[in-house]
Protein backbone atom coordinates (compact mmCIF):
# COMPACT_ATOMS: atom_id res chain seq x y z
CA UNK A 1 0.00 0.00 0.00
CA UNK A 2 0.96 3.27 -1.04
CA UNK A 3 -0.61 5.44 2.45
CA UNK A 4 -0.13 4.19 5.55
CA UNK A 5 -3.39 2.47 6.32
CA UNK A 6 -3.46 3.43 10.36
CA UNK A 7 -3.52 7.19 9.22
CA UNK A 8 -6.39 6.66 6.22
CA UNK A 9 -8.29 4.81 9.00
CA UNK A 10 -7.71 7.33 11.38
CA UNK A 11 -8.52 10.05 9.14
CA UNK A 12 -11.88 7.87 8.10
CA UNK A 13 -12.43 7.83 12.00
CA UNK A 14 -12.20 11.72 12.67
CA UNK A 15 -14.45 12.73 9.95
CA UNK A 16 -12.76 13.33 7.10
CA UNK A 17 -12.84 12.66 3.31
CA UNK A 18 -10.52 10.62 1.75
CA UNK A 19 -9.51 10.80 -2.08
CA UNK A 20 -10.48 8.31 -4.71
CA UNK A 21 -6.54 7.45 -4.58
CA UNK A 22 -6.56 6.77 -1.27
CA UNK A 23 -9.60 4.74 -1.46
CA UNK A 24 -8.31 2.79 -4.49
CA UNK A 25 -5.41 1.82 -2.19
CA UNK A 26 -7.50 0.48 0.78
CA UNK A 27 -9.56 -1.97 -1.41
CA UNK A 28 -5.93 -2.65 -2.96
CA UNK A 29 -4.85 -3.68 0.37
CA UNK A 30 -7.89 -5.68 0.89
CA UNK A 31 -7.58 -7.69 -2.48
CA UNK A 32 -3.40 -8.67 -1.88
CA UNK A 33 -4.09 -9.33 1.80
CA UNK A 34 -1.50 -5.97 2.87
CA UNK A 35 -4.82 -4.40 4.91
CA UNK A 36 -5.00 -7.06 8.05
CA UNK A 37 -8.17 -8.15 9.72
CA UNK A 38 -8.10 -5.62 12.20
CA UNK A 39 -7.41 -2.97 9.73
CA UNK A 40 -10.15 -3.77 7.77
CA UNK A 41 -12.33 -3.99 10.70
CA UNK A 42 -10.90 -1.00 12.00
CA UNK A 43 -11.85 1.04 8.52
CA UNK A 44 -15.14 -0.17 8.28
CA UNK A 45 -16.74 0.61 11.35
CA UNK A 46 -14.89 4.39 11.06
CA UNK A 47 -17.32 4.35 7.33
CA UNK A 48 -20.14 2.97 9.60
CA UNK A 49 -20.19 5.96 12.06
CA UNK A 50 -18.77 8.58 10.08
CA UNK A 51 -20.72 7.51 6.93
CA UNK A 52 -19.21 8.65 3.00
CA UNK A 53 -19.83 11.34 0.79
CA UNK A 54 -21.26 10.54 -2.14
CA UNK A 55 -17.99 10.46 -4.23
CA UNK A 56 -16.03 8.35 -1.92
CA UNK A 57 -18.91 5.77 -1.80
CA UNK A 58 -18.42 6.36 -5.54
CA UNK A 59 -14.76 5.82 -5.58
CA UNK A 60 -15.08 2.60 -2.77
CA UNK A 61 -17.70 1.13 -5.64
CA UNK A 62 -15.57 1.70 -8.47
CA UNK A 63 -12.48 0.41 -6.46
CA UNK A 64 -14.43 -2.72 -5.58
CA UNK A 65 -15.94 -2.85 -9.12
CA UNK A 66 -12.54 -3.04 -10.56
CA UNK A 67 -11.04 -5.30 -8.30
CA UNK A 68 -11.84 -8.28 -10.04
CA UNK A 69 -13.08 -8.68 -14.15
CA UNK A 70 -15.36 -6.86 -15.56
CA UNK A 71 -17.40 -8.54 -17.82
CA UNK A 72 -18.75 -6.04 -21.13
CA UNK A 73 -20.34 -8.72 -23.24
CA UNK A 74 -19.20 -6.87 -26.55
CA UNK A 75 -21.01 -9.41 -28.67
CA UNK A 76 -24.65 -8.51 -26.86
CA UNK A 77 -25.97 -5.24 -29.08
CA UNK A 78 -28.98 -5.07 -26.71
CA UNK A 79 -29.31 -2.64 -23.41
CA UNK A 80 -28.13 -4.84 -21.10
CA UNK A 81 -30.58 -4.11 -18.04
CA UNK A 82 -30.36 -6.01 -14.70
CA UNK A 83 -32.89 -6.02 -11.62
CA UNK A 84 -31.45 -6.83 -8.40
CA UNK A 85 -33.64 -6.83 -4.98
CA UNK A 86 -32.74 -5.95 -1.63
CA UNK A 87 -34.17 -9.64 -0.15
CA UNK A 88 -37.50 -10.71 1.15
CA UNK A 89 -39.84 -13.70 1.80
CA UNK A 90 -41.66 -15.16 -1.32
CA UNK A 91 -39.77 -13.32 -3.68
CA UNK A 92 -39.08 -15.14 -6.79
CA UNK A 93 -39.42 -11.83 -9.18
CA UNK A 94 -36.00 -12.71 -11.24
CA UNK A 95 -37.21 -15.84 -12.47
CA UNK A 96 -40.05 -14.52 -14.03
CA UNK A 97 -38.90 -11.31 -14.99
CA UNK A 98 -36.42 -12.04 -16.68
CA UNK A 99 -37.53 -14.01 -19.37
CA UNK A 100 -40.46 -11.70 -19.44
CA UNK A 101 -38.11 -8.86 -19.98
CA UNK A 102 -35.79 -10.52 -22.33
CA UNK A 103 -38.92 -11.24 -24.71
CA UNK A 104 -39.16 -7.27 -24.97
CA UNK A 105 -35.67 -7.02 -26.28
CA UNK A 106 -33.63 -6.49 -23.58
CA UNK A 107 -30.55 -8.47 -22.48
CA UNK A 108 -30.85 -8.97 -18.63
CA UNK A 109 -27.29 -10.31 -17.22
CA UNK A 110 -28.74 -11.38 -13.82
CA UNK A 111 -25.29 -12.62 -11.26
CA UNK A 112 -27.83 -13.63 -8.01
CA UNK A 113 -26.74 -14.18 -4.79
CA UNK A 114 -27.54 -17.10 -2.38
CA UNK A 115 -30.16 -16.71 1.00
CA UNK A 116 -29.15 -16.36 3.94
CA UNK A 117 -31.34 -16.10 7.33
CA UNK A 118 -35.57 -15.79 6.07
CA UNK A 119 -34.87 -13.70 2.59
CA UNK A 120 -34.77 -16.32 0.24
CA UNK A 121 -31.69 -16.27 -2.65
CA UNK A 122 -32.24 -16.15 -6.70
CA UNK A 123 -29.50 -19.17 -6.68
CA UNK A 124 -31.24 -21.22 -4.42
CA UNK A 125 -34.22 -21.37 -6.38
CA UNK A 126 -33.01 -22.46 -9.34
CA UNK A 127 -30.83 -25.03 -8.02
CA UNK A 128 -34.29 -26.56 -7.20
CA UNK A 129 -34.65 -26.79 -10.93
CA UNK A 130 -33.28 -30.01 -11.79
CA UNK A 131 -30.40 -30.17 -13.80
CA UNK A 132 -30.07 -26.22 -14.00
CA UNK A 133 -26.35 -25.15 -14.09
CA UNK A 134 -25.57 -21.21 -12.37
CA UNK A 135 -21.68 -21.95 -11.87
CA UNK A 136 -21.36 -20.06 -15.37
CA UNK A 137 -17.78 -19.34 -16.26
CA UNK A 138 -18.09 -15.66 -17.38
CA UNK A 139 -17.52 -16.71 -21.02
CA UNK A 140 -20.29 -19.53 -21.48
CA UNK A 141 -22.64 -16.55 -18.92
CA UNK A 142 -22.00 -14.20 -22.10
CA UNK A 143 -23.05 -16.89 -24.89
CA UNK A 144 -26.42 -17.88 -23.35
CA UNK A 145 -27.59 -14.02 -22.85
CA UNK A 146 -26.32 -13.44 -26.30
CA UNK A 147 -28.55 -16.62 -27.37
CA UNK A 148 -31.76 -16.32 -25.11
CA UNK A 149 -31.88 -12.44 -23.84
CA UNK A 150 -31.00 -13.55 -20.39
CA UNK A 151 -28.41 -15.66 -18.35
CA UNK A 152 -28.17 -16.10 -14.86
CA UNK A 153 -25.03 -17.40 -12.53
CA UNK A 154 -24.05 -17.48 -8.85
CA UNK A 155 -21.37 -15.02 -8.30
CA UNK A 156 -17.73 -15.93 -9.52
CA UNK A 157 -14.67 -15.90 -7.32
CA UNK A 158 -13.67 -13.70 -10.21
CA UNK A 159 -16.10 -10.48 -9.95
CA UNK A 160 -15.56 -8.00 -7.27
CA UNK A 161 -13.85 -10.12 -5.02
CA UNK A 162 -12.99 -7.21 -2.81
CA UNK A 163 -16.39 -7.42 -1.91
CA UNK A 164 -16.34 -11.02 -0.42
CA UNK A 165 -13.41 -10.16 1.81
CA UNK A 166 -15.27 -6.78 2.94
CA UNK A 167 -18.61 -8.50 3.80
CA UNK A 168 -17.16 -11.46 5.89
CA UNK A 169 -15.97 -8.69 8.18
CA UNK A 170 -18.83 -6.72 8.15
CA UNK A 171 -20.84 -9.45 9.33
CA UNK A 172 -18.68 -10.48 12.28
CA UNK A 173 -18.14 -6.80 13.10
CA UNK A 174 -21.27 -5.41 13.44
CA UNK A 175 -20.41 -3.15 10.21
CA UNK A 176 -23.49 -4.21 8.02
CA UNK A 177 -26.05 -1.62 8.65
CA UNK A 178 -24.22 1.19 6.84
CA UNK A 179 -25.90 2.66 3.51
CA UNK A 180 -22.31 3.66 1.97
CA UNK A 181 -21.20 -0.23 2.58
CA UNK A 182 -24.41 -1.49 1.31
CA UNK A 183 -24.33 0.68 -2.03
CA UNK A 184 -20.85 -0.32 -2.57
CA UNK A 185 -21.45 -4.00 -2.01
CA UNK A 186 -24.55 -3.95 -3.99
CA UNK A 187 -23.54 -2.00 -7.34
CA UNK A 188 -19.54 -3.55 -7.49
CA UNK A 189 -21.21 -6.66 -8.58
CA UNK A 190 -23.56 -5.58 -10.33
CA UNK A 191 -21.03 -2.94 -12.46
CA UNK A 192 -18.63 -6.09 -12.97
CA UNK A 193 -21.75 -8.02 -14.56
CA UNK A 194 -21.18 -4.99 -17.66
CA UNK A 195 -24.85 -3.33 -17.55
CA UNK A 196 -25.89 -0.50 -18.95
CA UNK A 197 -28.49 -0.19 -16.11
CA UNK A 198 -29.87 -1.20 -13.12
CA UNK A 199 -33.58 -1.31 -11.81
CA UNK A 200 -33.61 -1.75 -7.69
CA UNK A 201 -36.31 -3.12 -5.79
CA UNK A 202 -35.68 -1.99 -1.89
CA UNK A 203 -38.01 -3.70 -0.03
CA UNK A 204 -39.19 -2.33 3.43
CA UNK A 205 -41.30 -3.56 6.18
CA UNK A 206 -40.96 -6.53 8.88
CA UNK A 207 -39.26 -8.62 6.69
CA UNK A 208 -37.53 -6.54 4.88
CA UNK A 209 -32.97 -6.18 5.06
CA UNK A 210 -33.86 -2.29 6.15
CA UNK A 211 -36.77 -2.97 7.34
CA UNK A 212 -37.60 1.18 8.17
CA UNK A 213 -39.05 3.03 5.37
CA UNK A 214 -36.42 6.06 5.95
CA UNK A 215 -33.52 3.42 5.76
CA UNK A 216 -34.88 1.73 2.28
CA UNK A 217 -34.90 5.26 1.09
CA UNK A 218 -31.66 6.31 1.90
CA UNK A 219 -30.60 3.62 -0.10
CA UNK A 220 -32.39 4.05 -2.88
CA UNK A 221 -31.15 7.61 -3.32
CA UNK A 222 -27.12 6.50 -2.50
CA UNK A 223 -27.88 3.57 -5.08
CA UNK A 224 -29.27 6.30 -7.86
CA UNK A 225 -26.74 9.01 -7.07
CA UNK A 226 -23.74 6.34 -6.89
CA UNK A 227 -25.12 4.12 -9.76
CA UNK A 228 -25.51 6.81 -12.18
CA UNK A 229 -22.07 8.43 -11.01
CA UNK A 230 -20.28 4.91 -12.10
CA UNK A 231 -21.84 5.57 -15.60
CA UNK A 232 -25.58 3.31 -15.84
CA UNK A 233 -28.80 4.41 -15.63
CA UNK A 234 -30.64 3.87 -12.70
CA UNK A 235 -34.14 3.41 -11.27
CA UNK A 236 -34.89 2.26 -7.90
CA UNK A 237 -38.46 1.22 -6.51
CA UNK A 238 -39.52 0.80 -2.33
CA UNK A 239 -41.50 -2.01 -2.22
CA UNK A 240 -43.91 -3.51 0.86
CA UNK A 241 -42.58 -6.47 2.54
CA UNK A 242 -44.68 -6.51 5.10
CA UNK A 243 -46.37 -9.52 3.86
CA UNK A 244 -44.97 -12.33 2.07
CA UNK A 245 -44.71 -12.46 -2.51
CA UNK A 246 -47.33 -14.68 -3.90
CA UNK A 247 -48.18 -17.84 -2.42
CA UNK A 248 -45.29 -20.30 -2.25
CA UNK A 249 -42.48 -19.98 0.36
CA UNK A 250 -39.50 -22.38 0.08
CA UNK A 251 -37.19 -23.19 -2.93
CA UNK A 252 -38.62 -25.67 -4.94
CA UNK A 253 -42.25 -24.55 -4.31
CA UNK A 254 -41.59 -21.15 -5.27
CA UNK A 255 -40.17 -22.13 -8.72
CA UNK A 256 -43.54 -24.03 -9.48
CA UNK A 257 -45.53 -21.07 -8.38
CA UNK A 258 -43.46 -19.24 -11.29
CA UNK A 259 -43.87 -22.11 -13.76
CA UNK A 260 -47.89 -21.79 -13.33
CA UNK A 261 -47.37 -18.13 -13.59
CA UNK A 262 -45.71 -18.40 -16.89
CA UNK A 263 -48.68 -20.45 -18.10
CA UNK A 264 -50.65 -17.43 -16.61
CA UNK A 265 -51.82 -18.63 -13.08
CA UNK A 266 -50.14 -15.99 -11.02
CA UNK A 267 -50.83 -13.97 -8.07
CA UNK A 268 -51.99 -10.68 -8.31
CA UNK A 269 -48.82 -9.18 -6.20
CA UNK A 270 -46.25 -10.93 -7.98
CA UNK A 271 -47.94 -10.21 -11.00
CA UNK A 272 -48.43 -6.67 -10.01
CA UNK A 273 -44.49 -6.45 -9.33
CA UNK A 274 -42.91 -8.37 -11.98
CA UNK A 275 -44.86 -5.71 -14.28
CA UNK A 276 -43.73 -2.89 -11.96
CA UNK A 277 -40.41 -3.46 -12.32
CA UNK A 278 -40.35 -4.93 -15.89
CA UNK A 279 -41.60 -1.35 -17.10
CA UNK A 280 -38.87 0.31 -15.47
CA UNK A 281 -36.39 -1.89 -17.52
CA UNK A 282 -37.45 -1.34 -20.14
CA UNK A 283 -37.63 2.47 -19.78
CA UNK A 284 -34.15 2.28 -18.63
CA UNK A 285 -33.64 0.48 -22.05
CA UNK A 286 -35.30 2.48 -24.17
CA UNK A 287 -37.85 0.22 -25.82
CA UNK A 288 -40.28 1.73 -24.88
CA UNK A 289 -42.31 5.35 -24.34
CA UNK A 290 -43.79 5.42 -20.83
CA UNK A 291 -44.73 3.05 -18.28
CA UNK A 292 -48.04 2.36 -19.85
CA UNK A 293 -46.30 1.23 -22.88
CA UNK A 294 -43.87 -0.86 -21.28
CA UNK A 295 -46.96 -2.34 -19.26
CA UNK A 296 -48.92 -3.07 -22.29
CA UNK A 297 -45.66 -4.90 -23.92
CA UNK A 298 -44.92 -6.81 -21.07
CA UNK A 299 -48.04 -8.17 -20.63
CA UNK A 300 -49.13 -9.45 -24.26
CA UNK A 301 -45.61 -11.20 -24.09
CA UNK A 302 -46.33 -12.76 -20.74
CA UNK A 303 -50.21 -13.51 -22.24
CA UNK A 304 -48.90 -14.57 -25.78
CA UNK A 305 -46.54 -17.48 -23.97
CA UNK A 306 -43.28 -15.22 -25.19
CA UNK A 307 -42.04 -15.12 -21.77
CA UNK A 308 -42.04 -19.07 -20.89
CA UNK A 309 -40.85 -19.86 -24.97
CA UNK A 310 -37.62 -17.87 -23.47
CA UNK A 311 -37.68 -19.46 -20.54
CA UNK A 312 -37.63 -22.76 -21.88
CA UNK A 313 -34.42 -21.60 -23.95
CA UNK A 314 -32.88 -20.58 -21.52
CA UNK A 315 -33.76 -23.64 -19.24
CA UNK A 316 -32.10 -25.55 -22.40
CA UNK A 317 -29.10 -23.42 -22.51
CA UNK A 318 -28.22 -23.96 -18.79
CA UNK A 319 -28.59 -27.62 -18.68
CA UNK A 320 -32.47 -27.97 -16.87
CA UNK A 321 -34.67 -30.61 -17.86
CA UNK A 322 -37.32 -29.27 -19.55
CA UNK A 323 -40.00 -31.65 -18.80
CA UNK A 324 -40.67 -29.37 -15.57
CA UNK A 325 -42.58 -27.37 -18.14
CA UNK A 326 -44.98 -29.94 -18.43
CA UNK A 327 -44.94 -32.02 -15.41
CA UNK A 328 -44.04 -30.04 -12.44
CA UNK A 329 -44.19 -33.09 -10.17
CA UNK A 330 -40.31 -33.58 -11.93
CA UNK A 331 -39.33 -30.68 -9.20
CA UNK A 332 -39.84 -33.13 -6.37
CA UNK A 333 -41.75 -32.93 -3.03
CA UNK A 334 -41.43 -33.17 0.38
CA UNK A 335 -42.63 -36.53 2.01
CA UNK A 336 -44.83 -34.90 4.38
CA UNK A 337 -47.49 -32.04 3.68
CA UNK A 338 -49.67 -31.07 6.38
CA UNK A 339 -52.68 -29.01 6.12
CA UNK A 340 -52.96 -25.73 8.58
CA UNK A 341 -56.85 -25.67 9.55
CA UNK A 342 -58.07 -21.94 10.69
CA UNK A 343 -59.41 -22.08 14.30
CA UNK A 344 -61.72 -19.85 13.92
CA UNK A 345 -64.07 -17.67 11.73
CA UNK A 346 -62.98 -14.73 10.79
CA UNK A 347 -60.69 -12.76 8.14
CA UNK A 348 -57.22 -13.41 8.14
CA UNK A 349 -55.59 -10.55 10.35
CA UNK A 350 -52.37 -11.18 9.69
CA UNK A 351 -49.72 -12.80 6.95
CA UNK A 352 -46.06 -12.66 8.71
CA UNK A 353 -43.78 -12.67 6.39
CA UNK A 354 -40.99 -12.95 9.17
CA UNK A 355 -42.07 -15.52 11.20
CA UNK A 356 -42.71 -17.61 7.85
CA UNK A 357 -39.54 -16.74 6.74
CA UNK A 358 -37.47 -17.97 9.91
CA UNK A 359 -40.14 -21.16 9.63
CA UNK A 360 -38.69 -21.98 6.34
CA UNK A 361 -35.47 -21.62 7.25
CA UNK A 362 -36.52 -24.16 10.41
CA UNK A 363 -37.45 -26.43 8.15
CA UNK A 364 -34.65 -27.05 6.42
CA UNK A 365 -35.70 -24.94 3.06
CA UNK A 366 -32.63 -22.16 3.79
CA UNK A 367 -29.41 -21.14 5.78
CA UNK A 368 -28.32 -19.64 9.11
CA UNK A 369 -24.71 -19.90 8.43
CA UNK A 370 -22.81 -19.46 4.89
CA UNK A 371 -22.36 -23.06 4.20
CA UNK A 372 -25.28 -25.02 5.29
CA UNK A 373 -27.44 -27.08 3.19
CA UNK A 374 -30.83 -26.81 2.10
CA UNK A 375 -33.61 -29.28 1.46
CA UNK A 376 -35.17 -28.04 -1.73
CA UNK A 377 -38.50 -29.26 -1.04
CA UNK A 378 -39.52 -28.09 2.27
CA UNK A 379 -41.50 -24.77 2.95
CA UNK A 380 -45.24 -23.42 2.94
CA UNK A 381 -47.73 -22.78 0.69
CA UNK A 382 -50.47 -20.02 1.42
CA UNK A 383 -54.35 -21.06 0.44
CA UNK A 384 -55.26 -17.58 1.99
CA UNK A 385 -54.17 -13.96 2.23
CA UNK A 386 -54.87 -10.90 4.40
CA UNK A 387 -58.46 -10.03 4.47
CA UNK A 388 -59.48 -13.16 2.75
CA UNK A 389 -62.60 -14.49 4.85
CA UNK A 390 -62.29 -18.02 6.50
CA UNK A 391 -64.32 -20.49 8.34
CA UNK A 392 -63.05 -22.84 11.28
CA UNK A 393 -61.70 -25.67 9.12
CA UNK A 394 -60.32 -24.18 6.34
CA UNK A 395 -57.08 -24.49 5.09
CA UNK A 396 -54.92 -21.20 5.91
CA UNK A 397 -51.68 -23.12 4.56
CA UNK A 398 -49.98 -26.33 3.31
CA UNK A 399 -46.26 -26.94 5.64
CA UNK A 400 -44.27 -29.48 3.13
CA UNK A 401 -42.01 -30.77 5.79
CA UNK A 402 -38.76 -33.59 5.64
CA UNK A 403 -40.57 -35.48 8.81
CA UNK A 404 -44.15 -35.45 10.35
CA UNK A 405 -42.81 -33.89 13.11
CA UNK A 406 -41.06 -31.00 11.81
CA UNK A 407 -44.93 -30.92 9.61
CA UNK A 408 -46.69 -31.17 13.21
CA UNK A 409 -44.49 -28.66 14.68
CA UNK A 410 -44.88 -26.17 11.94
CA UNK A 411 -48.59 -25.87 12.49
CA UNK A 412 -49.08 -24.22 15.48
CA UNK A 413 -46.01 -21.29 13.96
CA UNK A 414 -47.89 -20.94 10.66
CA UNK A 415 -51.60 -20.37 12.96
CA UNK A 416 -49.38 -17.45 15.10
CA UNK A 417 -48.05 -15.79 11.69
CA UNK A 418 -52.01 -15.59 10.33
CA UNK A 419 -54.50 -14.95 12.74
CA UNK A 420 -57.88 -15.10 12.26
CA UNK A 421 -59.94 -12.09 13.69
CA UNK A 422 -62.87 -10.17 13.15
CA UNK A 423 -61.94 -6.89 11.43
CA UNK A 424 -61.01 -6.96 7.67
CA UNK A 425 -57.58 -5.76 7.14
CA UNK A 426 -56.52 -5.03 3.28
CA UNK A 427 -53.09 -4.92 2.23
CA UNK A 428 -51.97 -1.63 1.32
CA UNK A 429 -49.92 -0.30 -2.01
CA UNK A 430 -47.00 -3.16 -3.25
CA UNK A 431 -44.96 -0.29 -4.83
CA UNK A 432 -44.25 2.77 -2.19
CA UNK A 433 -41.99 4.94 -4.10
CA UNK A 434 -40.16 5.59 -7.37
CA UNK A 435 -36.91 6.56 -8.28
CA UNK A 436 -35.65 7.42 -11.47
N1 LIG B 1 -26.59 -7.20 -0.29
C1 LIG B 1 -25.29 -7.09 -0.67
O1 LIG B 1 -24.89 -7.63 -1.68
N2 LIG B 1 -24.47 -6.38 0.11
C2 LIG B 1 -24.87 -5.76 1.22
O2 LIG B 1 -24.07 -5.12 1.86
C3 LIG B 1 -26.20 -5.89 1.59
C4 LIG B 1 -27.05 -6.60 0.82
Redesign the pocket.
Known amino acids: MQHHPARLIARKRDGHELSAGEIQDLVGGVVDGTLGEAQLGAFLMAVCCNGMSPQETTALTLAMRDSGRVLRHAQVAKPKIDKHS?GGVGDKVSLLLAPLVAAAGVAVPMVS?RGLGHTGGTIDKLAALPGYRTDLSPERFGEVLDQCGYAMMAPSAELAPADRRM?ATRDVSGT?ESIP??TS??LA?KLAEGIDGLVMDVKCGRAA?LPAADDATALMESLCAVGSAAGIRMAALRTDMDHPLGLALGNSLEVAEVLAALEGQCPDDLAELTLALGAEMLLLAGVASDADAARAVLQRLWRDGVARQVFRHNLELQGGDLRVLEDPEVLGRAPHVLAVEAQGTGFVADVDPLALGELVVDLGGGRRQPGDAIDPHVGIVLKHVLGDAVRTGDVLAFVHARTRGAAEAAVGRVLAAMPVGEERRKRGALVLQRLA
Open positions: TGYVLISIKF
